[in-house]
């Protein structure tokens, strides 16, 4: 195919793909002229270079429909069906681009009904009493005219002064560092091979224009294929990288060793590089899905609209790939089965409007998307008796069953509860698929349904497939590795030790933290005889989780973690599902990746339902009092301690590659400067050797805390019996039998970057005791929860709105709620009016904390409820409000 055909095909299938967004924006808001104007020149260019190229087809339909947008652009009143049928044409031009890609010329054919009925809408809207309605009419007739040849040189000439400037894609190499900025206007025009026949005129360019040519190219146009190989040989130098440290490792003295940890380096920096031009935002796997959901809501009869948030989170091409269809079809099950009809919603007293909200941000090494819907939610006793119709379970197996557990079913392969076959649902092909293809890209699917509610779909995925930091493992003689994002924390158990393994029921358990966690012995699992007998009281646990599911896969060694290349099953090993694919050790063996969803089907862990409620009442009570401390010292011999979450790295850094700059402590870390902060004045940066660093990190910022050793990882109740008035410190607790002090890191994070927040120190007496504290922040979760401790409150954490809504409902009791306003599936206000219309809490105090405070926002959390509004991280603002507050529910009451 000719290189300008193949450009052409590109652009335009890009300029398609967002002329079909922005027709349905256009259609919710025909007053913008900004986005008639985008796509009246998006469709004006392509059917411009559709003349130069000598395609008919595709230049006359691009005209009809260039020229019923012209009528709206002139002021015609838009009207539904017209814009239906402009995307009936953008539909009809794809299918000839994929024939002329395939066959390398425009296919035959008549497209006059199209165009006929773009011509008769054209006619219709101008008779609009609008003075420019009649303009364009005059200039279209020699426009036809010219359709069996070439376009006017006045047409091609306005095509190319209408397009943006982008990087040339067709110029030869030679000519790239010449080329001034005036020839390649027209990039989305596609027509520059006649300027590439003209170098004289190139040459002839003064050099003020070539450099700002240059300086204009941001963006080069790569093929796939050419990533991918590269991709391929970033995953061999790793594995080559591996097999040399390995070698480094077994000869501590050898002259290589410093030119190889520049090569690890080099190559940890290239595979980060090429892993990012890989990287692409989610928001090209929604591009289609406003057009779904009109043509939906047209079909169905419905109103419905669709929030998109997260358009930017980025993950690799490949994974964004297989996601697009189980995403497109949740999305159709959400407008089918999920919202009502307008006037059911009405009855319902609720908005006519339905809403389906699509989420996405990072968590970890995953992207993490929901879809919900606040429609009627699932039907339960629906699903229960398809189930049974299905024979998936007996009807005493159900009543053993929670609601969340019978909804699962409804990913059963050929399940559907829709009671008549349609063109949009009710084939019993679906769910069942969207879970297979999550699974296969080592993701988690999960569902929360609320009848009259609506229903939230979550799935989490791997960012990347590629390459992955995975555990290295040892059972039954046979070394695995297990990916380490599904890895939650190893527990070494042993007899008469406070991590024992139990039985109930003839089912391992472990007891970890007042939680019975169910044991799996990979060997047993895997069928390994390795001569040797099962030790069911010793081993090591890897604590793993899938979705909402925790369990622990017992194994008889672990070693250490090892960036791994991917690769895919043998043919013959696929049907195994207990293995995700293979890889390549640094000592040059092949050993098999665990695939933590095949352990979790192939155990269950259902062994959670079998104990008591008081036992699960322990659990959860115990899980609010117990938190993870990291202990150390720094400039005395007293232990000091921060809550483990807060601390995002333990690091130990060279002392050579610490740089003083201003008077400041600084390392180059991750690609960018870190401050270094002593905890007080008597810590010291180390003249030799490393220095240990706990590392704080929060929205691209990193902190290093300059600490003399890291102590001990201990689990225990953060009791703060006396309290501090020594900056950075809220007080001392006793932990594991030794008085310790509990530093307050909000005070070091200003003394990185001044502006990382603003907030004064106060310490003053609480006036409630039990405090609720919704945050979707783990961050800022567990940075304020000990402020709010050392203050006397006795706090719970949840982590979204909807969480906290069921503690409430479930009959938790709270003084005082405190919510962050910007969170995922349901935000601060709507929390807000959902306590509100539930009279068991409407008088129940409601705190905002937000980092929005413009007056739009404060009178908005008023109207929703709210009692104050607190700017974030503002402690002496969040405790007078929580005095004030609680004061006045006092005197109330």
Same mark, same amino acid.
């Given at each position: 195919?000719?290189?300008?055909?193949?450009?052409?095909?590109?652009?335009?299938?890009?300029?398609?793909?967002?002329?079909?967004?922005?027709?349905?924006?256009?259609?919710?808001?025909?007053?913008?002229?900004?986005?008639?104007?985008?796509?009246?020149?998006?469709?004006?260019?392509?059917?411009?270079?559709?003349?130069?190229?000598?395609?008919?087809?595709?230049?006359?339909?691009?005209?009809?429909?260039?020229?019923? =947008?012209?009528?709206?652009?002139?002021?015609?009143?838009?009207?539904?069906?017209?814009?239906? /049928?402009?995307? $009936?044409?953008?539909?009809?031009?794809?299918?000839?681009?994929?024939?002329?890609?395939?066959?390398?010329?425009?296919?035959?054919?008549?497209?006059?009904?199209?165009?006929?009925?773009?011509?008769? *809408?054209?006619?219709?809207?101008?008779?609009?009493?609008?003075?420019?309605?009649?303009?364009?009419?005059?200039?279209?007739?020699?426009?036809?005219?010219?359709?069996?040849?070439?376009?006017?040189?006045?047409?091609?000439?306005?095509?190319?002064?209408?397009?943006?400037?982008?990087?040339?894609? %067709? &110029?030869?190499?030679?000519?790239?560092?010449?080329?001034?900025?005036?020839?390649?206007?027209?990039?989305?025009?596609?027509?520059?091979?006649?300027?590439?026949?003209?170098?004289?005129?190139?040459?002839?360019?003064?050099?003020?224009?070539?450099?700002?040519?240059?300086?204009?190219?941001?963006?080069?146009?790569?093929?796939?294929?050419?990533?991918?190989?590269?991709?391929?040989?970033?995953?061999?130098?790793?594995?080559?990288?591996?097999?040399?440290?390995?070698?480094?490792?077994?000869?501590?003295?050898?002259?290589?060793?410093?030119?190889?940890?520049?090569?690890?380096?080099?190559?940890?920096?290239?595979?980060?590089?090429? *892993?990012?031009?890989?990287?692409?935002?989610?928001?090209?796997?929604?591009?289609?899905?406003?057009?779904?959901?009109?043509?939906?809501?047209?079909?169905?009869?419905?109103?419905?609209?669709?929030? *998109?948030?997260?358009?930017?989170?980025?993950?690799?091409?490949?994974? /964004?790939?297989?996601?697009? !269809?189980?995403?497109?079809?949740?999305?159709?099950?959400?407008?089918?089965?999920?919202?009502?009809?307008?006037?059911?919603?009405?009855?319902?007293?609720?908005?006519?409007?339905?809403? %389906?909200?699509?989420?996405?941000?990072?968590?970890?090494?995953?992207?993490?998307?929901?879809?919900? !819907?606040?429609?009627?939610?699932?039907?339960?006793?629906?699903?229960?008796?398809?189930?049974?119709?299905?024979?998936?379970?007996?009807?005493?197996?159900?009543?053993?069953?929670?609601?969340?557990?019978?909804?699962?079913?409804? @990913?059963?392969?050929?399940?559907?509860?829709? &009671?008549?076959?349609?063109?949009?649902?009710?084939?019993?092909?679906? *769910?069942?698929?969207?879970?297979?293809?999550? !699974?296969?890209?080592?993701?988690?699917?999960?569902?929360?349904?609320?009848?009259?509610?609506?229903?939230?779909?979550?799935?989490?995925?791997?960012?990347?497939?590629?390459?992955?930091?995975?555990?290295?493992?040892?059972?039954?003689?046979?070394?695995?590795?297990?990916?380490? /994002?599904?890895?939650?924390?190893?527990?070494?158990?042993?007899?008469?030790?406070?991590?024992?393994?139990?039985?109930?029921? !003839?089912?391992?358990?472990?007891?970890?933290?007042?939680?019975?966690?169910?044991?799996?012995?990979?060997?047993?699992?895997?069928?390994?005889?390795?001569?040797? +007998?099962?030790?069911?009281?010793?081993?090591?646990?890897?604590?793993?989780?899938?979705?909402?599911?925790?369990?622990? %896969?017992?194994?008889?060694?672990? $070693?250490?973690?090892?960036?791994?290349?991917?690769?895919?099953?043998?043919?013959?090993?696929?049907?195994?599902?207990?293995?995700?694919?293979?890889?390549?050790?640094?000592?040059?063996?092949?050993?098999?990746?665990?695939?933590?969803?095949?352990?979790?089907?192939?155990?269950?862990?259902?062994?959670?339902?079998?104990?008591?409620?008081?036992?699960?009442?322990?659990?959860?009570?115990?899980?609010?009092?117990?938190?993870?401390?990291?202990?150390?010292?720094?400039?005395?011999?007293?232990?000091?301690?921060?809550? #483990?979450?807060?601390?995002?790295?333990?690091?130990?850094?060279?002392?050579?590659?610490?740089?003083?700059?201003?008077?400041?402590?600084?390392?180059?870390?991750?690609?960018?400067?870190?401050?270094?902060?002593?905890?007080?004045?008597?810590?010291?940066?180390?003249?030799?050797?490393?220095?240990?660093?706990?590392?704080?990190?929060?929205?691209?910022?990193?902190?290093?805390?300059?600490?003399?050793?890291?102590?001990?990882?201990?689990?225990?109740?953060?009791?703060?019996?006396?309290?501090?008035?020594?900056?950075?410190?809220?007080?001392?607790?006793?932990?594991?039998?030794?008085?310790?002090?509990?530093?307050?890191?909000?005070?070091?994070?200003?003394?990185? @970057?001044?502006?990382?927040?603003?907030?004064?120190? =106060?310490?003053?007496?609480?006036?409630?005791?039990?405090?609720?504290?919704?945050?979707?922040?783990?961050?800022?979760?567990?940075?304020?929860?000990?402020?709010?401790?050392?203050?006397?409150?006795?706090?719970?954490?949840?982590?979204?709105?909807?969480?906290?809504?069921?503690?409430?409902?479930?009959?938790?009791?709270?003084?005082?709620?405190?919510?962050?306003?910007?969170? +995922?599936? =349901?935000?601060?206000?709507?929390?807000?009016?959902? =306590?509100?219309?539930?009279?068991? @809490?409407?008088?129940?105090?409601?705190?905002?904390?937000?980092?929005?405070?413009?007056?739009?926002?404060?009178?908005?959390?008023?109207?929703?409820?709210?009692?104050?509004?607190?700017?974030?991280?503002?402690?002496?603002? #969040?405790?007078?409000?929580?005095?004030?507050?609680?004061?006045?529910?006092?005197?109330?009451?």
């Amino acid at each position: 195919m000719d290189d300008l055909l193949r450009e052409f095909l590109t652009e335009t299938n890009e300029s398609l793909d967002t002329v079909d967004v922005e027709l349905v924006r256009f259609e919710q808001d025909p007053n913008n002229a900004a986005i008639l104007g985008n796509i009246f020149r998006l469709v004006h260019t392509i059917k411009g270079t559709c003349g130069f190229l000598g395609l008919p087809r595709l230049e006359a339909l691009a005209h009809a429909a260039e020229t019923l =947008m012209g009528k709206y652009r002139d002021g015609a009143p838009v009207r539904g069906e017209g814009v239906t /049928l402009i995307l $009936f044409t953008i539909d009809r031009l794809k299918e000839i681009l994929g024939d002329l890609e395939g066959a390398g010329s425009e296919p035959e054919g008549d497209d006059g009904d199209l165009i006929t009925q773009l011509e008769e *809408m054209s006619s219709t809207a101008s008779a609009a009493p609008v003075a420019k309605a009649e303009a364009p009419k005059a200039s279209a007739e020699p426009e036809r005219a010219l359709r069996p040849g070439e376009v006017s040189e006045e047409e091609l000439e306005r095509a190319f002064r209408e397009t943006e400037i982008e990087t040339p894609q %067709i &110029a030869a190499p030679p000519l790239a560092p010449e080329a001034p900025a005036q020839p390649v206007v027209a990039e989305k025009a596609e027509p520059k091979k006649p300027v590439r026949a003209k170098p004289a005129v190139v040459a002839a360019a003064d050099d003020e224009e070539k450099t700002e040519g240059v300086k204009g190219q941001q963006t080069l146009r790569v093929n796939v294929d050419t990533l991918e190989q590269l991709m391929t040989m970033v995953s061999e130098l790793v594995l080559t990288r591996n097999q040399l440290l390995e070698i480094v490792r077994r000869h501590e003295d050898s002259e290589f060793k410093v030119p190889l940890q520049r090569l690890s380096n080099v190559t940890a920096e290239l595979q980060d590089g090429v *892993m990012k031009t890989r990287m692409q935002p989610i928001g090209n796997a929604w591009q289609k899905l406003p057009r779904i959901v009109r043509d939906l809501g047209n079909e169905l009869s419905k109103q419905i609209e669709l929030e *998109m948030l997260g358009a930017e989170t980025e993950l690799d091409r490949q994974v /964004l790939d297989l996601i697009k !269809d189980p995403l497109t079809h949740m999305v159709r099950n959400s407008a089918d089965h999920g919202l009502e009809t307008s006037d059911q919603r009405r009855l319902a007293g609720k908005p006519e409007k339905g809403t %389906i909200k699509l989420a996405a941000y990072h968590e970890g090494g995953h992207i993490v998307i929901s879809i919900s !819907d606040d429609g009627r939610g699932l039907n339960t006793d629906r699903i229960k008796k398809k189930i049974i119709e299905n024979s998936l379970a007996t009807e005493a197996e159900l009543e053993k069953m929670t609601e969340a557990q019978i909804h699962k079913y409804i @990913f059963a392969p050929g399940f559907s509860t829709a &009671a008549a076959v349609t063109s949009v649902s009710g084939r019993g092909v679906g *769910m069942d698929v969207v879970r297979t293809n999550i !699974d296969q890209i080592g993701g988690t699917i999960d569902l929360k349904s609320v009848v009259g509610e609506g229903t939230t779909v979550t799935i989490k995925i791997p960012l990347t497939l590629a390459i992955v930091s995975a555990l290295i493992v040892e059972s039954g003689g046979d070394r695995f590795a297990i990916p380490q /994002l599904a890895v939650i924390e190893l527990v070494r158990a042993q007899q008469n030790s406070e991590h024992r393994i139990e039985r109930i029921k !003839d089912t391992p358990v472990l007891r970890l933290r007042n939680k019975l966690l169910p044991l799996v012995h990979l060997k047993q699992l895997l069928g390994i005889e390795d001569g040797q +007998p099962l030790d069911e009281a010793n081993g090591f646990i890897v604590v793993t989780q899938v979705g909402t599911q925790t369990f622990g %896969i017992v194994v008889d060694q672990v $070693f250490h973690t090892e960036e791994i290349v991917v690769k895919p099953m043998s043919s013959k090993l696929r049907h195994i599902t207990m293995f995700s694919g293979t890889t390549i050790l640094g000592d040059g063996s092949v050993i098999m990746i665990i695939d933590p969803n095949g352990v979790a089907s192939a155990i269950g862990t259902d062994i959670q339902h079998d104990t008591s409620k008081e036992e699960a009442d322990g659990r959860r009570s115990g899980e609010r009092n117990l938190i993870s401390m990291l202990v150390f010292r720094s400039g005395s011999r007293e232990p000091k301690a921060v809550p #483990l979450s807060l601390v995002t790295r333990l690091e130990e850094v060279a002392v050579d590659k610490i740089e003083l700059s201003h008077g400041r402590y600084l390392v180059q870390y991750r690609g960018a400067l870190m401050p270094l902060v002593p905890v007080s004045g008597d810590v010291m940066i180390r003249k030799e050797g490393v220095q240990p660093l706990l590392v704080f990190s929060d929205a691209g910022r990193s902190m290093g805390l300059v600490v003399d050793e890291i102590v001990d990882i201990v689990e225990d109740a953060l009791n703060i019996e006396v309290s501090s008035d020594v900056p950075g410190l809220l007080g001392s607790a006793v932990i594991k039998g030794q008085a310790t002090e509990i530093l307050d890191i909000g005070h070091y994070l200003p003394l990185a @970057f001044e502006d990382w927040f603003k907030r004064k120190e =106060m310490k003053i007496e609480a006036l409630t005791r039990k405090l609720l504290f919704v945050d979707d922040s783990p961050f800022f979760r567990n940075m304020l929860t000990p402020v709010l401790k050392a203050a006397g409150y006795d706090v719970t954490t949840a982590s979204a709105a909807n969480e906290a809504l069921d503690m409430l409902k479930g009959g938790d009791r709270f003084d005082v709620v405190v919510s962050d306003i910007e969170m +995922p599936e =349901m935000n601060g206000f709507e929390f807000a009016e959902a =306590m509100r219309s539930d009279q068991r @809490f409407a008088a129940m105090p409601v705190i905002a904390l937000s980092s929005m405070t413009n007056p739009a926002s404060i009178e908005r959390a008023r109207v929703a409820g709210f009692h104050d509004y607190v700017a974030k991280f503002d402690r002496q603002g #969040l405790i007078a409000a929580l005095k004030e507050t609680s004061a006045d529910y006092a005197n109330a009451a």
